[in-house]
C-alpha cells in the first residue's frame, strides 16, 4: 500500500488494526503492533517499564526515544530530551545528540516534526509521517517515514516518546537508514 504524504492522526480503529494506515516499510507496522500490544489495560498507554528490547530486536535499528521535559521554566513548549537512538543513528545523530534537547538542533523548533511531537504528547495519539524530511539528520534522505508513539510510566501522563524512521535516498525504493 502506498503511504500518503503527510502527517496522521492514529485513530482508535487505526491502532487496532495497522492494515487501516498507509504504511509503507513493515517495520513501522510491527512497531505499531508491538506498542499496541504493550497497553496494561484499555484506555492506558505502555509505558517504558513495558517495553523489552529483547522482543523486537528487528526493530532496534530504526528506534530513537525522547524523554518528554515538561517543567523546564525557561522554555515555554514541552521539550525533548534524546536517550537512545538505534543502530542507523549512531553515526550520523547519535553521538552529538545523545543527551541533549532536540530543539538544539537548529531546524527542529518550529518544524513539522516538533508539532507533531508536541501533538502526540497533548493528545495521546500516535502519529504516522510520510514525507520529505525537515529535521537533520534527515535532510540527506529523499523521504522519510516515521511512527510517534507515546509512552506514560503511569499509563496517562506522556514522560516518552518511542520513535521509529525508515528512510528512502533517491537511489533507492527500499526503506534504509544512513547505510551510505
Known amino acids: 500500500m502506498k503511504a500518503e504524504t ?27 503492533t508491538y506498542w499496541r500490544d504493550r497497553r496494561p489495560g484499555p484506555g492506558l498507554l505502555p509505558g517504558r517499564q513495558h517495553i523489552d528490547p529483547t522482543e523486537i530486536p528487528r526493530l532496534l535499528q530504526s528506534i530513537w526515544l525522547l524523554d518528554v521535559v515538561r517543567d523546564d521554566p525557561d522554555y515555554p513548549k514541552m521539550r525533548f530530551r534524546c536517550r537512545i537512538f538505534g543502530g542507523h543513528f ?13 530543539d538544539t538542533v537548529s531546524n527542529f523548533t518550529g518544524s513539522d516534526g516538533e508539532a507533531d511531537l508536541i501533538a502526540v504528547c497533548e493528545t495521546g495519539m500516535p502519529r504516522h509521517y510520510n514525507g520529505a524530511p525537515s529535521v537533520d539528520p534527515f535532510t540527506m534522505v529523499a ?3 516515521a511512527l510517534m508513539l ?20 533517491s537511489d533507492s525504493a527500499e526503506p534504509s537508514l544512513f547505510n551510505h
Do not use: Y
Open 6 to 32: 503527510g502527517s496522521t492522526v492514529l485513530t482508535p480503529e487505526m491502532i487496532e488494526n495497522p492494515s487501516l494506515i498507509p504504511v509503507e516499510s513493515p517495520v513501522i507496522r510491527d512497531a505499531l
Open 90 to 102: 549512531l553515526d550520523s545523530w547519535g553521538p552529538r545528540m545523545q543527551g541533549k534537547l532536540l
Open 143 to 145: 523521504s522519510v517515514e
Open 150 to 169: 507515546p509512552l506514560a510510566r503511569d499509563g496517562r501522563t506522556i514522560d516518552m516518546m518511542m520513535n521509529f524512521s525508515q528512510c528512502r535516498h
